[in-house]
């Protein structure tokens, strides 16, 4: 009897004043994902801010492929600044800090719009490159920057579409207890999740890799002769890297444990 009482007084309580609580998290791990969430968030916010504010002021960086570049900082921005303090502060005070479940669903619709469109932008800049160096006569005379900038609003508004399927009872938003976020729910929607896991990271991944290899295997492209021709291939290798490394760097859409 002695033992049980023990037992029960051990487990956590919650406050259930609190709309979310999150999972109990062991504190050497807490400390731990708090440091971390915090240099990532604050890190992450100054720096696309910074290539804001370089892409505005340096006139030479005005051109259709930094177009790309500005729509991909302020989608990581809106993640950056605005969705990963709730889970810092969920991870600090042990609650989720949102008004009501309305703005938990609106939390998570905003986590999946910004994810997708940086995916996306991400694969517009990868085919943008292919134009410019390999289709360059079809790029001079057909992109202009009313294009570009028609291109990225569609990019926002097929994420949009996408986010919106947990709003028209097509999986559903939520907390996730275990990650301290209000996201989509997984296993709401066995459907949903195949869409977002391959129309959203494996098509823009597999779209990155065949761009990419594509003007590596052009070589040597018109905009990358160079006096060593091994030097327009070491470029373009570093291009595919980076590509990819920053899709699979967007797998979680904001800074969970």
């Known amino acids: 009897m002695n033992s049980s009482a023990q037992n029960l007084s051990s487990v956590p309580v919650r406050n259930h004043s609190h709309l979310y609580v999150g999972d109990h998290i062991p504190e050497p791990a807490r400390s731990f994902f708090i440091v971390l969430g915090v240099f990532l968030m604050i890190s992450g916010t100054l720096g696309n801010i910074l290539v804001l504010v370089t892409l505005a002021k340096c006139p030479s960086l005005h051109s259709l492929h930094?177009?790309?570049v500005a729509n991909l900082a302020v989608a990581d921005l809106i993640i950056e600044a605005?969705?990963?303090?709730?889970?810092?502060?969920?991870?600090m005070l042990g609650f989720?800090?949102?008004?009501n479940?309305?703005?938990c669903?609106?939390?998570?619709f905003l986590v999946v719009t910004c994810y997708v469109s940086s995916l996306f932008t991400l694969a517009s800049i990868s085919f943008n490159r292919y134009m410019n160096v390999c289709q360059n006569a079809i790029y001079n005379r057909y992109v202009t920057r009313k294009l570009t900038l028609g291109l990225l609003v569609l990019v926002w508004v097929i994420s949009a579409a996408v986010a919106s399927g947990p709003l028209i009872g097509w999986g559903r938003y939520g907390y996730d207890a275990k990650t301290h976020y209000c996201g989509y729910e997984r296993t709401a929607s066995f459907s949903y999740t195949i869409l977002i896991a391959a129309g959203t990271i494996g098509a823009p991944a597999m779209a990155v890799c065949y761009f990419n290899f594509s003007i590596f295997r052009a070589n040597p492209c018109p905009s990358y002769v160079t006096s060593e021709p091994s030097t327009s291939q070491n470029h373009t290798a570093r291009l595919i890297i980076k590509d990819l490394k920053r899709m699979t760097s967007r797998h979680h859409a904001s800074c969970t444990p």
Do not use: E
């Open 105 to 108: 669903v609106f939390n998570g």
């Open 96 to 99: 989720h800090p949102v008004l």
């Open 101 to 103: 479940r309305a703005h």
């Open 66 to 68: 930094y177009v790309y």
């Open 82 to 91: 605005y969705s990963s303090p709730f889970v810092m502060y969920d991870l």
